[in-house]
């Protein structure tokens, strides 16, 4: 279940001693959202602590060493350790929890994979230029753009629907956060910065279809849902409460 976002001077939440793992998160926090998919896909029990990281309660920097979100308290495990950066956490839940596997068991093709983890931040660094930045239109989107050709061009080599394969794998849920949050852009932004069906034919086709995904629909939002926090974080007055 969902606790609210405690604020400065709150009490940490109390939970039942289930032995069910306590995720730290924040609701729109994209690197958060990996942790999610990945628990949901494997439908792995978990509690939703959301931190308004504006206003962190003291006791959360206990629970998190860099102070930001996901971090995951492994609840079963001596000393409840703690476990923070989605891509670590996401792995650690790879290995955990076998029975719904999310990468390729070959280890060539699993090491790929993580490269094209990697190589997404190239979009990552261009999306938030282009979110945050005065007066967009001064950008050049090609930049944003070239980031996702790179993935357009893996759909076709792989002439699969997802990345990975049948279904969607950990590359699939590793990058849709931002694809979730690229349809913000056309409300926040502008309407040039949709991304073009003749050159993204197959990127659009797997957007599509990932938003049939039992784990993307569990933490989805729309693009005007997006747009607004996106708006209020550029202001410099994130609304952590608008949901």
């Known amino acids: 279940f969902i606790r609210p976002f405690p604020l400065t001077g709150s009490d940490k939440p109390v939970f039942p001693d289930d032995g069910v793992l306590k995720l730290y998160s924040m609701r729109f926090c994209p690197y958060a959202h990996r942790v999610h998919l990945v628990l949901d896909a494997k439908k792995v029990p978990h509690h939703d602590i959301y ?29 409840h350790p703690m476990l923070i950066e989605s891509l670590i956490i ?31 931040g190239q979009f990552i660094t261009a999306f938030y230029r282009v979110l945050l930045h005065p007066n967009p239109a ?5 930049v944003l753009f070239a980031g996702l050709g790179i993935y357009e061009d893996e759909l076709k080599q792989r002439a699969t629907d997802f990345f990975g394969g049948s279904s969607p794998g ?74």
């Open 51 to 79: 931190i308004n990281l504006k206003e962190k309660p003291q006791w959360f920097f206990d629970v998190s060493s860099s102070g930001k979100v996901p971090a995951l308290e492994l609840v079963r495990e001596p000393g």
């Open 90 to 120: 996401c792995d650690y839940l790879e290995d955990k929890y076998p029975e719904v596997p999310l990468y390729p068991k070959d280890p060539l093709k699993k090491a790929q994979e993580k490269i094209l983890i990697e190589r997404f």
């Open 138 to 142: 001064e950008l050049d989107n090609d």
């Open 170 to 243: 950990m590359l699939d849920y590793m990058i849709w956060p931002w694809c979730e949050r690229f349809a913000a852009l056309k409300y926040d932004r502008g309407d040039g910065l949709e991304l073009d069906p003749q050159r993204f034919a197959l990127l659009l086709k797997w957007r599509d279809l990932m938003l049939q995904d039992r784990a993307v629909k569990v933490f989805f939002l729309d693009g005007e849902t997006h747009a607004k926090y996106m708006k209020s974080r550029r202001e410099g007055n994130a609304d952590y409460n608008m949901l």
